[in-house]
């Protein structure tokens, strides 16, 4: 398995550009997520699915969308990226917890600058 | 507001020396608790994690954390630290077992460094 794959690894934008982050699971894991990654705040949840046609925000979700069309893929998207968005970004899955919490896997991030 | 706590952000030592990082959490009632590692260019990887049973938890590479629900805390130890352990920890708790999706909360983090 490759388990939870981002592309790209890197990325600049300038202000005002749109770009699609893209996370794909070999898993078959229900449950998908986004989070920012930012010094001295750690993770932060931007939005999550917990199944193909299913999503919803986290704590962050201002400036992004999300679909989730597949159980493998979640993109996100930013339709005008701003400044406030450079961050490490990183997906995650885990399989659905049934009353026993599973661990999530996380990609390896990818990291936004925005000018 | 409810939160994770870790109370130190940045962490020098040196080899053989002996780690504990701290974590606390604000939630009530029954959490599931989490550390993970991120060493440097590296995606987050999972050191332990308690769900129930035995509060001393082992994981990985040597640590182990324990979970004291009396204090809300679930702090992470090693007894001697290599130079490879240098990584950025994170605490994370899902806060609410009724969120059987897992969300998970994290704390901001410690930057630990290992010095020959």
């Known amino acids: 398995n490759a388990g939870v794959t981002q592309t790209p690894k890197f990325q600049v934008l300038k202000t005002g550009q749109s770009m699609t982050l893209q996370c794909a699971q070999d898993?078959?894991?229900?449950?998908m997520s986004w989070y920012r990654q930012d010094p001295g705040m750690g993770l932060r949840l931007i939005h999550y699915s917990v199944g193909a046609g299913i999503t919803d925000q986290g704590e962050v979700p201002n400036g992004y969308n999300v679909s989730r069309s597949t159980t493998e893929d979640f993109p996100l998207r930013l339709l005008s990226a701003a400044p406030s968005q450079t961050s490490v970004y990183f997906c995650?899955?885990?399989?659905?917890?049934?009353?026993?919490?599973?661990?999530?896997?996380f990609g390896p991030g990818t990291r936004l600058t925005v000018l | 507001a409810q939160s994770v706590s870790q109370h130190n952000h940045h962490v020098i030592l040196s080899e053989a020396a002996s780690l504990e990082l701290g974590c606390n959490y604000s939630?009530?009632?029954?959490?599931?608790l989490f550390w993970y590692v991120q060493y440097p260019g590296q995606h987050l990887q999972l050191l332990l994690k308690y769900f129930s049973g035995d509060p001393l938890v082992k994981g990985i590479k040597g640590f182990e954390a324990e979970f004291i629900k009396s204090k809300f805390s679930f702090n992470l130890r090693k007894p001697s630290v290599q130079w490879s352990d240098t990584a950025e920890y994170f605490c994370?708790?899902?806060?609410?077992?009724?969120?059987?999706?897992?969300?998970?909360?994290f704390g901001a983090g410690t930057q630990v460094v290992v010095t020959p």
């Open positions: 898993m078959n894991h229900e449950y």
């Open positions: 994370a708790v899902i806060p609410s077992l009724t969120d059987s999706w897992g969300k998970l909360q």
């Open positions: 939630y009530g009632g029954t959490v599931n």
């Open positions: 995650a899955s885990s399989k659905r917890a049934s009353g026993i919490r599973n661990e999530q896997f």
